[in-house]
């Protein structure tokens, strides 16, 4: 598979992140909300590079049926923790249509946080059709599909430690392993 990012680059990039962090909110509290399973890998990285007092809230949410077309968006917070009153960041592993991290901020904006921000892992620029930005990126990539470092084709390649190019040649060695896309 074709490495666009390494272990090391990602290294770097999550370091950088948690730096950025630190400078905007200092000893500040800090509750991070991160949206499964994509950014389980970028939570457990990030999280050890953070000082500050961290609280962990998971929801889920999932937009892509199996294989890479893009379906009903649905999203699953029932036992998210109290953010009312509290700095949170939101965290993806990928901003394409942008659709996810709108709707997620829509829904947290409704429990009154002291603030709200957004971080991702990766950001497929060109491909938004919301009106929203994510406030934080560690890559910019093209508009390719990826796997690795928690990103999925057909809830596989999630463990990878890189970040790979799915690509035809790939997808044809998937399906005499898995069988086609569900
Ligand atoms: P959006 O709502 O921004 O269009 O899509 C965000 C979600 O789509 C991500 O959380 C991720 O699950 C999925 N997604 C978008 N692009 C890719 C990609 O290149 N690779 C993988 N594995 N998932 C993607
Ligand atoms: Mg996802």
Same mark, same amino acid.
Request: aromatic letters at 6%; proline letters at 4%.
């Given at each position: 598979?074709?490495?666009?990012?390494?272990?090391?680059?990602?290294?770097?990039? #999550?370091? /950088?992140?948690?730096?950025?962090?630190?400078?905007? !909110? *200092?000893?500040?509290?800090?509750?991070?909300?991160? #949206?499964?399973?994509?950014?389980?890998?970028?939570?457990?990285?990030? #999280? /050890?590079?953070?000082?500050? +007092?961290?609280?962990?809230?998971?929801?889920?949410? @999932?937009?892509?049926?199996?294989? =890479?077309?893009?379906?009903?968006?649905?999203?699953?917070?029932?036992? =998210?923790?109290?953010?009312?009153?509290?700095?949170?960041?939101? #965290? $993806?592993?990928?901003?394409?249509?942008?659709?996810?991290?709108?709707?997620?901020?829509?829904?947290?904006?409704?429990?009154?946080?002291?603030?709200?921000?957004?971080?991702?892992?990766?950001?497929? /620029?060109?491909?938004?059709?919301?009106?929203?930005? +994510? $406030?934080? @990126?560690?890559?910019?990539?093209?508009?390719?599909?990826?796997?690795?470092?928690?990103?999925?084709? $057909? $809830?596989? !390649?999630?463990?990878? +430690?890189?970040?790979?190019?799915?690509?035809?040649?790939?997808?044809?060695?998937?399906?005499?392993?898995? *069988?086609? @896309?569900?």
């Amino acid at each position: 598979m074709k490495v666009l990012i390494n272990q090391e680059e990602i290294h770097r990039g #999550i370091a /950088r992140l948690a730096s950025q962090l630190h400078e905007r !909110y *200092g000893n500040e509290p800090l509750t991070i909300v991160a #949206i499964m399973t994509g950014s389980l890998v970028m939570l457990a990285d990030l #999280i /050890r590079g953070l000082e500050m +007092p961290v609280r962990i809230s998971l929801i889920r949410a @999932s937009s892509y049926r199996g294989g =890479m077309t893009s379906g009903e968006l649905t999203i699953e917070d029932s036992d =998210m923790l109290d953010i009312r009153g509290r700095e949170v960041l939101l #965290i $993806d592993d990928i901003f394409d249509t942008g659709k996810t991290l709108a709707e997620v901020t829509r829904r947290l904006e409704r429990h009154q946080p002291q603030s709200l921000r957004t971080a991702v892992f990766l950001n497929k /620029r060109g491909n938004s059709v919301v009106n929203q930005a +994510p $406030d934080y @990126s560690v890559f910019d990539i093209p508009n390719e599909f990826v796997v690795g470092y928690g990103l999925d084709y $057909d $809830d596989l !390649y999630r463990n990878l +430690p890189y970040v790979g190019v799915l690509e035809e040649a790939d997808l044809a060695a998937h399906q005499r392993l898995h *069988g086609p @896309s569900k």
